[in-house]
């Protein structure tokens, strides 16, 4: 554990983030599961949308993001 102040509060924010992006890693892998299950265009939409997202967060990198929406689009 830190002992600095900035430290502490540096794990926490650390903690915060980690929480927020797991979430919303799990959103959009639960939307890909499902666009994938029902290949309607709707679904596929709200995953790509989802997938945009998560590359701009930093969760995804570019490449990845471009690769999932380019396999969702053949489907």
Known sequence: MPV???AKKKLRQDRKRKQRN???YSHVKK???QARKSRS???ARK???AVDK???RGLLH???AARIKSSLVKK
Request: aromatic letters at 4%.
């Open 4 to 6: 600095i102040k900035s």
């Open 22 to 24: 797991d979430a919303f």
């Open 31 to 33: 939307l890909l599961k």
């Open 41 to 43: 265009k709707e679904s």
């Open 47 to 49: 995953a790509t949308q």
């Open 54 to 56: 998560a590359a701009k």
């Open 62 to 64: 570019k490449n990845k």
